[in-house]
């Protein structure tokens, strides 16, 4: 059983990273566009460069439409992992000191999810891995390299 899970690990961090990432990616929408409810509090949408939501909302929507695809996942897995640790420490915690009682659960939650990204990649179905295996193949071999020395 443990080898048979193994072998999906890589398959099984794909899809958590799509579906971590894609619901990143709506709450940016939301909150830029106005789509699936508007931001939270605003009745629509933020303000152009209002501080912090709107650069927050910048973050969710490019930072996780690179996590959603797969392309430069540990950066921007950083990157939106820091954003939601600012978003727990700044808006949240003040209020209460548990995620249950401020309302941060789920900056909490997304939070640790893109640090464990940061540290295991994009698993399987990312752009990362492709790319790197493209590169990898268009590299020539040690044998390709060598030239042959004149007598």
């Known amino acids: 059983m443990s080898g048979r899970l193994d072998s999906a690990q890589p398959y099984a961090l794909g899809l958590f990273r799509?579906?971590?990432?894609?619901?990143?990616?709506?709450?940016?929408?939301?909150s830029l566009f106005g789509v699936l409810g508007g931001a939270p509090g605003t009745g629509g949408t933020l303000d152009a460069g209002t501080w912090p939501g709107?650069?927050?909302?910048?973050?969710?929507?490019?930072?996780?439409?690179?996590?959603?695809?797969?392309?430069?996942?540990?950066?921007?897995?950083?990157?939106?992992?820091?954003?939601?640790?600012?978003?727990?420490?700044?808006?949240?915690?003040?209020?209460?000191?548990w995620p249950l009682e401020n309302g941060g659960e789920a900056a909490a939650m997304f939070c640790w999810a893109f640090l464990l990204l940061a540290f295991t990649g994009?698993?399987?179905?990312?752009?990362?891995?492709?790319?790197?295996?493209?590169?990898?193949?268009?590299?020539?071999?040690?044998?390709?390299?060598q030239t042959p020395v004149a007598a």
């Not at 799509?18 to 939301?30: E, T």
């Not at 179905?125 to 071999?141: H, K, N, Q, T, V």
């Open 54 to 97: 709107w650069y927050a909302a910048v973050i969710q929507l490019v930072g996780g439409g690179f996590v959603l695809l797969g392309l430069g996942t540990r950066a921007a897995a950083v990157v939106c992992s820091g954003s939601m640790a600012f978003a727990y420490f700044k808006m949240h915690q003040p209020g209460a000191l």
């Open 122 to 145: 994009s698993g399987a179905f990312g752009l990362d891995r492709l790319l790197a295996r493209r590169a990898s193949e268009d590299e020539p071999s040690a044998a390709e390299q």
């Open 18 to 30: 799509i579906v971590v990432s894609l619901l990143f990616v709506c709450h940016g929408a939301a």
